[in-house]
């Protein structure tokens, strides 16, 4: 009982995701940046890497950079934050493969060993004080009454000390890094105290008509994913609320999702009934002419409206030119002015009568959301509707796993 505890306790407190190397044989140096578009060998390796890493799904099928191994390198870059974003001063993944994601697919796939050009090494004498650190670390922050002792102390493992905390005679495997300075469930300072946020709700102020804002990069996975959850939510509520689709002042997925905005914002301006029935068309698989076809937009006032657009806000002449870019990627700056009032910094953002709202994406959870906003909620506010999380990405399918990743900075 005491080992099931001790076991609770360290995985609630974060999930076990140290560094190894591969085990089965299989091995790869990357030695280029890679991004949306780039094909080949390197791609290839990628794509394998990512399997074995557990972030990219068995159904998706990539012979390029596309969306789908992007969204597996967010997932990879969120599970090794701590070496590859949070030394970069980033908060959240970029999908891109660039020095620091490159470095930590060849720690754990190099077939020369560990890249790292400036190794930790040790003696025993400081071997032993990291570990009796993390002993102690865990009876003072997570052991929660428990006494912890050391057990087996595991040698062979690099850039990690692997041990035993005992529990009365109950091993739980913990792995120490080598300088001393994380503790791996996920990775844990064991240099610092804990910091432990207080949970707040946002309060949403209530209205007669909730205003609803979504903004989203049109081909990020997350973006699309919520999108997915919120049209049900859209047509149930209908004129009950005023929903706007926005996006982000930045793109992160090249020409295309700028071209894909400019279509997105011009249907919703001028053609608003089409909007939906247009989205769950490409979101299936993000054919827009297909989608435009069969949504029966007026595809003359469309090109009509996105060349006025961008006569307005040259959002493809400054791509082209490379102008105006925020960071790496081009800017989209319809929107501008509401991505800074709200500030918005990624894909999705959820607005609801001008609050962020943190929500979960099943259609369930956004209906929740909003209804909160009302001064009286209508009837469909008492009802439940899907709580199935859509997939990540293009696709029908849906998820078990709550996700909260997103696309930006």
């Known amino acids: 009982m005491k080992k099931i505890s001790l076991i609770v306790i360290l995985f609630s407190f974060c999930f076990l995701g140290f560094a190894s190397a591969s085990t089965d044989g299989w091995c ?86 560990n890249t790292n050009t400036n190794p930790t090494t040790t003696t025993n004498e400081d071997k032993n004080a990291i570990i009796a650190k993390a002993i102690d670390y865990i009876n003072k922050y997570l052991a929660q009454g428990i006494t912890v002792t050391l057990g087996k102390i595991d040698n062979n493992v690099y850039p990690f000390y692997k041990f035993e905390a005992m529990s009365n005679g109950s091993p739980v495997t913990v792995y120490a890094s080598t300088d001393g300075k994380k503790m791996m469930f996920q990775e844990v300072d064991i240099s610092k105290e804990p910091t432990i946020t207080a949970t707040t709700s ?149 607005i609801i009568n001008g609050v962020q709202v943190q929500s979960n994406r099943d259609s369930n959870s956004l209906l929740k959301s909003i209804c909160s906003a009302f001064n009286s909620n209508p009837d469909i506010c008492s009802k439940n509707i899907s709580s199935e999380a859509p997939a990540v990405g293009f696709g029908t399918g849906t998820t078990t796993t709550t996700t909260t990743g997103g696309c930006g900075n």
């Open 28 to 113: 790869y140096n990357f030695k280029k940046d890679l991004k949306l578009g780039n094909k080949g060998e390197d791609v290839n390796a990628l794509r394998l890497a990512l399997i074995k890493e557990g972030v990219y799904k068995s159904e998706w099928t990539s012979s390029s950079f596309d969306i789908y191994i992007a969204a597996a390198v967010m997932d990879f870059q969120n599970k090794y934050s701590s070496e590859i974003l949070i030394p970069n001063g980033i908060t959240q993944p970029t999908g891109i493969v660039g020095k620091s994601t490159r470095k930590k697919l060849n720690e754990i796939f190099a077939c020369t060993g």
């Open 202 to 350: 946002t309060e949403i102020k209530k209205s007669d008509k909730p205003t609803v804002e979504l903004f989203v990069m049109s081909h990020c996975p997350y973006g699309t994913q919520i999108e997915k959850g919120i049209i049900p939510v859209i047509e149930a509520l209908g004129e009950k609320i005023d929903f706007s689709l926005k996006f982000c002042n930045y793109a992160m997925h090249g020409e295309s999702e700028l071209k894909e905005e400019l279509n997105q914002y011009c249907i919703q301006k001028e053609q608003k009934d089409k909007l939906l029935p247009y989205l769950k068309c490409f979101l299936k698989e993000g054919k827009s002419e297909e989608c435009i076809v069969s949504a029966g937009i007026d595809k003359t006032k469309l090109t009509t409206c996105t060349a006025n657009a961008e006569k307005e806000f040259n959002v493809m002449a400054n791509f082209k030119d490379n102008k105006d870019y925020i960071g790496d990627f081009p800017s989209f700056n319809i929107f501008k002015a509401d991505n800074e009032k709200y500030g918005v910094q990624g894909s999705p953002t959820l």
